[in-house]
């Protein structure tokens, strides 16, 4: 367990953060890249730790893999491992992993001539898998409950025969992510064709536009950025500058830009001592801040910076589109709930929404040792870690698990005054 403190700093001018690069786009790229024979050159690889896992399954040589709770690594890995012909593996993961579902994906995969085993209960991991020559076609896989699915399949879809036709079946999930994955294929050179509910996309190799003098950089990762959107809404003083970061992405997450105008926070594209970047400022306009819904079904990752800002600063509002944040790295839609309520926020949970009502919160008494509860979930610590502005001080356990997706966050954080003691 650690606190949390409050230190005022100097806002005078603009203080700049650092970003980690995007896991997301990392651990797509280097799949593509240890699939390709044309190993094109990767910079700015993300260090977070599910890349880094990542990074060591497609690069060692050993039967047994251990994916802790990395479902991007779970998902994709699954997928590469089917497509590598007499390459016998087993994919371990911690518990939390074994409760989330793999059957949409498993099933898909074993339609294409996959040999994946479950090793412990029916349609969750661990996994056997034992590389097949897959055959691809045209097939159907639900896409609502995870793009990541829908991802890993399109992956490999230019390394297996024939290609593969996908038809997305019931309402989509995450999207924004979906469409990331068609984005980075299109810029390595890959043909993918994403229309309505339906993506083609042929057998081929890359072409020569990513060669050993045209390396592909990683973006910076926007999914982070979003909690330096929330420090500005709660700290009006509050200047920020986000090295490298730029408007033009593939990354959906980058509609935290507009979400935040709600709260005055605007950011603009600038050159702060001769880097380029994104300054982020509140406006402190007088914004219409009506009840309003949102749905999130296409960027689930920003739910819990945003259901926090709200409720910090007293507004009512319904978030919808919430069913995936059950099988997340925790159960998000009920650490959010809870974790609000505890800190005396009046929040609940109806149908699988989150209703915040503008009810002024009640300090929490720090000396009863209250410990806020991460549920081992990167993104439920950086989102309440910035309540720090309105309590002074909190206690987390489990701090340490911001490495999943942004190692450096407690050393950026403390430029702008949060300190982890």
């Not at 089917?82 to 793999?102: F, G, V, Y």
């Not at 020559?133 to 490999?156: C, H, P, T, Y």
């Not at 994104?278 to 402190?284: A, F, M, S, T, V």
Request: charged fraction near 20%.
């Amino acid at each position: 367990m650690k606190t949390i403190r409050y230190k005022p700093v100097d806002f005078s001018s603009p203080i700049e953060i650092n970003l980690s690069s995007s896991k997301s786009i990392s651990n797509r790229a280097l799949l593509l890249q240890a699939l390709s024979k044309h190993k094109f050159p990767l910079n700015n690889i993300s260090d977070a730790d599910d890349t880094k896992l990542m990074l060591e399954a497609l690069s060692g040589d050993c039967k047994t893999i251990n994916l802790k709770n990395a479902g991007t690594c779970m998902r994709f890995l699954t997928a590469y491992f089917s497509c590598i012909e007499n390459k016998e593996i087993i994919l371990q993961c911690d518990e939390r992993m074994k409760q989330r579902p793999i059957k949409n994906l498993v099933d898909s995969l074993n339609e294409l001539g996959a040999e994946i085993i479950y090793l412990e209960d029916e349609n969750f991991p661990p996994l056997k898998i034992i590389g097949k020559k897959l055959i691809g076609k045209n097939i159907s896989i639900n896409a609502s409950q995870s793009s990541q699915f829908v991802s890993a399949l399109m992956l490999i879809a230019p390394f297996i025969e024939n290609g593969l036709t996908i038809d997305l079946v019931d309402e989509i999930s995450s999207k924004s992510y979906i469409e990331m994955t068609a984005d980075l294929m299109n810029n390595l050179g890959f043909e993918v064709l994403f229309s309505g509910s339906k993506i083609s996309i042929k057998q081929q190799k890359i072409n020569s536009t990513i060669d050993q003098t045209n390396s592909y950089s990683i973006e910076p990762d926007w999914s982070s950025a979003a909690f330096w959107f929330q420090v500005v809404a709660l700290n009006s003083d509050i200047k920020i500058f986000l090295k490298n970061l730029f408007h033009q992405s593939i990354q959906g997450d980058k509609i935290i830009e507009n979400l935040m105008k709600r709260f005055s926070v605007h950011s603009s594209e600038i050159i702060f001592y001769g880097t380029n970047g994104i300054l982020i400022e509140n406006k402190k306009s007088i914004n219409s801040l009506n009840d309003i819904s949102i749905n999130f079904t296409s960027n689930p990752d920003l739910v819990p910076v945003y259901a926090v800002t709200c409720a910090a600063l007293n507004l009512k509002t319904n978030l919808i589109g919430l069913r995936n944040l059950k099988i997340k790295e925790s159960d998000r839609l009920v650490a959010i709930n809870e974790e609000l309520n505890n800190l005396g926020f009046e929040t609940q949970i109806v149908n699988d929404e989150l209703q915040i009502n503008n009810t002024l919160h009640q300090r929490f008494n720090m000396s009863s040792n209250q410990i806020m509860n991460t549920r081992k979930d990167h993104r439920i610590a950086m989102a309440f870690a910035p309540l720090v502005f309105l309590f002074d001080e909190i206690k987390m356990n489990d701090t340490d698990v911001v490495i999943k997706s942004y190692p450096d966050f407690w050393l950026e954080a403390k430029k702008v005054g949060i300190e982890l003691v």
